[in-house]
């Protein structure tokens, strides 16, 4: 029987495979690095399992570039995970200041909401829609032109009795009463 050293065998094995023998290692360090991991982070579940995450997924990156490199094992995973919660330690130390500087001064800042239109409001902003257009169309042409040029066009009330040959009185007056029989009308 011939016996193999680990590191003859490691190497054997990276020939063919680096991320499989990576698994092998995550495995026997997994509980020391995550060790680690709660003491820096102070036993926080949510940033250890985040750290954790990050920390493996970069050590399976960088496994292969540098397995010829790596000395101790241990030390490269720990030297990661510790890279992975200083920068959870920084990014949290950041989202703090901002709060921070938000809430002494919040009428500097401008809030939106953030929603987005269900199906629904759209299909009834749609049939709202199809249903004021029809009620245009079916206004006088005199009202219905006048209506078209404020509202769809933008046009401005001397700009639109230019284009009626009207005056801006009458221009005004007709967009008024273009929308007094409009709000008459019930939309449903």
Same mark, same amino acid.
């Given at each position: 029987m011939m016996l193999v050293s680990r590191n003859s065998y490691l190497g054997a094995q990276s020939s063919t495979n680096p991320h499989v023998e990576f698994w092998g290692v995550w495995a026997e360090y997994n509980e020391r690095v995550l060790s680690c991991c709660y003491k820096w982070l102070h036993n926080d579940s949510d940033k250890i399992e985040d750290a954790m995450a990050q920390t493996r997924e970069k050590a399976l990156n960088a496994y292969s570039k540098n397995i010829s490199n790596i000395e101790n094992m241990f030390a490269w995973l720990c030297r990661i995970a510790h890279n992975v919660c200083?920068?959870? *330690? !920084?990014?949290?130390?950041?989202?703090?200041?901002?709060?921070?500087?938000?809430? %002494?001064?919040? +009428? =500097? &800042? $401008? &809030?939106?909401?953030? *929603?987005? !239109?269900? @199906?629904?409001?759209? $299909?009834? !902003? +749609? $049939? @709202? &829609? *199809? =249903?004021?257009?029809?009620?245009?169309?079916? @206004?006088? %042409?005199?009202l219905k032109q006048a209506i078209q040029y404020k509202f769809i066009y933008e046009m401005e009330y001397s700009e639109i009795a230019e284009q009626l040959q009207i005056t801006p009185e009458n221009a005004r007056k007709r967009v008024q009463l273009a929308r007094k029989q409009l709000s008459a009308l019930q939309f449903s």
């Open positions: 200083m920068d959870i *330690h !920084r990014s949290n130390s950041k989202e703090s200041d901002l709060v921070g500087i938000v809430s %002494t001064n919040p +009428s =500097q &800042f $401008y &809030f939106t909401e953030n *929603h987005s !239109r269900t @199906l629904e409001s759209d $299909y009834e !902003r +749609s $049939y @709202l &829609f *199809h =249903q004021l257009t029809q009620a245009i169309n079916g @206004l006088p %042409t005199d």
